[in-house]
């Protein structure tokens, strides 16, 4: 279950970059500041990684999001085995 | 307040300090003070361990483990941003098959050895023939890694067959820089990225490969910042959809574009001739090539471009001339900033040296050079291809600091450092990556004279070309020995007679050099799992192994141990055992012993001191008056570097020509050594992707990556796929001749082939493309060629294509 801190890098376009901000305000497990310029501050918190990967990717395609940079993840105590296993 | 919603705050105040203050506001909070007090985690710097960018992270542990990564936004590379696979970096550690204890090959089975028992063997492998000894290394070797291996084999065993797999990655990149500069690296550095006004990459995807260096440019442009970005290359990439300009180029005629600009320029009369005539001399290839050439003069140098008219560029290479004048007209205006990017697809290149040596030539003759925002640069794969290996000089043919083994002061100056008796470093070159691998995959009665070859940080397995011929065929050659250092199961492993389980980034101390030469350093923060050991103290132990059995070679010129490290009170610390390792900095000891070699070609690197307090400082270092020691952002500059003449504007202090001049090449353009024919009609290049790293050995084991792109598959164009009936998903077969594999097809998938075109990336053990690839290099640089081959496509018969093959595009689609 990784908690996650994200810049998105919005696009010039203030229409669709406005419809981005509402587009991820709307969804429960991203929570956004205020934008800095063209730079949105979020905090994403998912139930798995699946999860947490799905969204990534969903905010990759999102309209008015040209970059997405990563700040800061954590990975949580109870989730290293079941996950790792699996992928050995 | 709950753990979770701590961890939560934390991060959003680590966005919130990235992205930087609101309008109004002058300072962010720090994150770390947050997270610190708040989670218990301790906090501490390390660069990231993938690619050359040389990211910085902050690495959150508690209870022994690495728990969370920020980064790290002092940091000035990467301001505290990530890319996904930096953004993982913490998991690397933690795949369940880590490898944890030495194994031997013990009658075909591999089975668990001491310690002891696996130094005993290679040192008894040493022993019984030194000169058919051999390490093959790699860019991401710390530098005190690499310098003791360096040590062991040039200033042991003198055989010189110590190689890197940066050979197969930026090789041709230190021989172009080499040949132009008298030295090698990139003059610039990031900063050339904020400043430029056209950024030009040549067949090169830093959206995917470098993300957060090009994030830097997206950034200004969404700011609002007018910035011209051209991608010439060979396949759309996602760094195209970022480009006003796309140049597709045929493979190989890159040269004849980089030609046809020099042309325009002086057709056109915008080449800079005060800087030309202040600063370059000409350079022609002799009738055997050479890389240094001959001397022609400017005018001669005007009748070899004359030929590469925009049309007979668009000839030979497809890119129509109207995007040639596109190209001369820029670099003829002297009032923008023009940067050029380049790293695989200009370096594994069969005419590598010649392409970089002309890209620079085109900054030289326009004038586009010094100027923070004009610069050609080359970027790196390796998180230390630059610190390790071409400054270290792990490479074949040379030594450290910028020598090299065939001059003799070097090697008497090499020496003195390491207290050797004279005439101990051989003169002779030692053998390349490919010739390494050929002579140890060869009998030895048929001349294979390499009998054991020890893999450290690598894995050749997977990257090696032609795999079949460089290194599947060792299976059948009892009498040859494979060591291998890993932390993780590998196509390398497989084959291996001893594998070693080695401790992986902060599981260890290190040291590692970026590409815009920036020396980082980082503490060990966790242990490694099971009996696991750092690199460095295997070459160590063997290297005593061998001392305490008499072996001359590990003795100094008064007798002591080659790496002798001692206490204040001049004891010895015996840190090849184990137990004492880290009594004792042993990094440290190794770093500033390295950096006595460092002042030669002006690569002056600080004390380790200073390293530990900076975020990376980038050479020259230089001491100033007050004792404080500062970095230099543009080498051969007089605004930035200390080592150029007052009043000189630029000097390329380390010339070939010996009078501060840089040199200005014509290559011409030729054929590549195999094309497209009647018997395999398309060219097949390889690469990398997003999510993984190199071979998949780390990024594989992060289950996210993973499952992002689980598996290798061959882009193909939807033309050329309509043409055979071939439909998205189906397994085909791809033959070369070398070999063949079956793949699934992805068609319009991330990467877009032009017609005739496949591209098959190298990340998937299962699926290991370089059992395709051609062995063929670059004559100067040794660097094989991965991005060009002739191939054919064909369907299979009665093939299940539409279960079987969907993996890579399923996970790619939107979720």
């Known amino acids: 279950m990784p908690v996650s801190g994200l810049v998105l890098t919005l696009s010039a376009n203030g229409g669709t970059a406005a419809e981005a901000i509402s587009a991820l305000k709307a969804r429960p497990e991203i929570e956004c500041e205020a934008p800095r310029g063209n730079k949105l501050p979020v905090a994403v918190d998912t139930l798995d990684r699946t999860k947490d990967q799905a969204l990534w990717r969903w905010i990759n395609e999102l309209p008015g999001v040209d970059f997405i940079d990563v700040v800061f993840i954590s990975f949580p105590e109870d989730e290293d085995s079941p996950e790792v296993a699996e992928a050995c | 307040m709950k753990r979770r919603d701590f961890l939560k705050r934390s991060a959003m105040a680590a966005a919130v300090a990235a992205a930087g203050p609101l309008p109004g506001q002058t300072t962010v909070p720090e994150y770390t003070e947050s997270a610190e007090g708040d989670t218990g985690l301790e906090w501490e710097k390390a660069p990231c361990r ?69 130094i005993d063997v290679i040192a008894d492998r040493v022993e019984a023939d030194p000169a058919a000894f051999a390490i093959y290394g790699s860019g ?29 990655c930026m090789a041709s990149a230190v021989t172009g820089f080499i040949s132009t500069y008298g030295v090698d690296e990139p003059a610039g550095c990031y900063q050339d990225l904020d400043e430029c006004d056209v950024l030009i990459m040549w067949g090169n995807n830093p959206a995917e490969m470098h993300p957060v260096l090009f994030s830097r440019v997206v950034d200004r442009r969404s700011r609002g910042e007018e910035i011209l970005m051209i991608d010439i290359g060979t396949r759309r990439t996602r760094t195209t959809d970022h480009c006003q300009h796309y140049l597709e180029f045929k493979p190989h005629t890159d040269l004849a574009i980089a030609n046809g600009i020099a042309h325009l320029l002086i057709k056109n009369g915008t080449w800079d001739k005060k800087f030309v005539e202040n600063h370059c001399n000409f ?24 030929p590469y008219t925009p049309e007979y560029v668009e000839k030979i290479s497809g890119v129509p001339a109207e995007k040639i004048r596109l190209l001369g007209d820029l670099f003829g205006q002297r009032d923008i900033r023009i940067c050029s990017l380049w790293c695989m697809g200009m370096n594994q290149h069969t005419r590598g040296t010649a392409i970089n040596n002309l890209v620079h030539g085109v900054h030289l003759l326009s004038g586009h050079f010094g100027r923070p925002g004009d610069a050609p640069t080359s970027l790196t794969g390796q998180p230390s291809a630059c610190g390790t290996v071409r400054e270290v000089g792990t490479l074949a043919h040379a030594l450290p600091g910028g020598r090299v083994v065939a001059n003799a002061e ?36 048929e001349g294979g004279d390499i009998g054991t070859i020890w893999v450290q940080v690598t894995n050749p397995g997977q990257t090696l070309p032609n795999r079949h011929k460089l290194f599947e065929a060792k299976r059948d050659l009892k009498d040859k020995f494979l060591i291998v250092s890993e932390v993780y199961p590998t196509a390398s492993t497989e084959l291996a007679d001893l594998v070693l389980p080695a401790a992986l980034w902060v599981e260890k101390n290190g040291v590692y050099g970026n590409s815009e030469r920036r020396t980082q350093q980082w503490f060990k923060m966790v242990e490694p799992p099971g009996e696991a050991r750092d690199d460095c103290w295997q070459t160590l132990a063997v290297a005593r192994r061998l001392y305490e059995r008499g072996f001359e070679a590990m003795k100094g010129r008064d007798g002591r141990f080659i790496f002798d490290i001692r206490n204040e009170d ?128 780390m990024t594989m084991r992060v289950p996210q990556l993973r499952r992002a792109m689980p598996g290798a598959y061959v882009e193909m164009n939807p033309k050329d796929a309509a043409r055979q009936g071939i439909v998205n998903g189906e397994r085909i077969l791809v033959e070369t001749r070398r070999g063949s594999m079956e793949l699934p097809v992805w068609v319009e998938g991330r990467g877009h082939p032009p017609e005739g075109t496949v591209f098959i990336p190298f990340f998937d053990e299962t699926l290991l493309v370089n059992d395709l690839t051609l062995e063929a290099y670059d004559p100067f640089s040794k660097q094989p060629d991965f991005k060009k081959c002739a191939v054919r496509v064909r369907r299979i018969p009665n093939e299940p294509y539409q279960e079987k093959g969907l993996a890579p595009v399923n996970a790619n689609a939107p979720g």
Not at chain 2, 286 to 305: A, C, D, N, Q
């Open chain 2, 570 to 697: 001049g004891s010895e610390i015996p840190y090849w055992k184990w137990e004492h390792y880290y009594d004792t900095n042993v990094d440290k000891a190794l770093f500033e012993e390295y950096r006595q070699f460092t002042r030669l070609k002006h690569k002056d690197l600080a004390p380790y001191d200073e390293y530990v307090r900076a975020h990376g400082l980038r050479w020259p270092v230089v001491q100033q008056q007050d004792g404080t020691w500062r970095e230099t952002k543009f080498r051969f500059s007089e605004f930035d570097d200390p080592y150029v003449t007052k009043g000189a504007e630029f000097e390329f202090y380390h010339s070939v020509t010996k009078d501060g001049r840089a040199l200005i090449w014509f290559r011409p353009y030729e054929e590549p050594p195999e094309s497209p024919d009647d018997e395999f009609p398309m060219w097949l290049s390889t690469g990398r992707v997003l999510e993984h790293w190199h071979t998949g050995t």
């Open chain 2, 410 to 445: 070097h090697r008497a100056e090499t020496e003195k450092l390491w207290n050797l008796p004279e005439g101990r470093v051989n003169a002779k070159p030692g053998y390349h990556t490919v010739l390494m691998w050929e002579k140890f995959c060869t009998p030895t009665e």
């Open chain 2, 50 to 118: 993938f690619c050359g960018t040389g990211c910085h992270v902050m690495v959150g542990r508690e209870n022994g483990k690495v728990r969370a990564i920020a980064g790290d936004r002092k940091a000035d590379v990467n301001k505290g941003l990530l890319c996904v696979k930096g953004y993982h970096v913490g998991m690397i550690l933690y795949g369940q098959d880590r490898l944890r204890y030495p194994m031997l090959r013990k009658n075909g089975e591999m089975t668990r050895i001491s310690w002891d028992e696996a």
């Open chain 2, 140 to 168: 991401q070797w710390t530098i005190p890694e690499g310098y003791v291996a360096q040590k062991f084999m040039k200033g042991g065993l003198a055989n010189n067959h110590i190689d890197p797999n940066a050979r197969l």
């Open chain 2, 283 to 306: 350079r022609a290839d002799t009738e055997k090539p050479t890389l240094l050439g001959r001397e022609i003069t400017f005018e001669e140098y005007k009748k070899l471009v004359e």
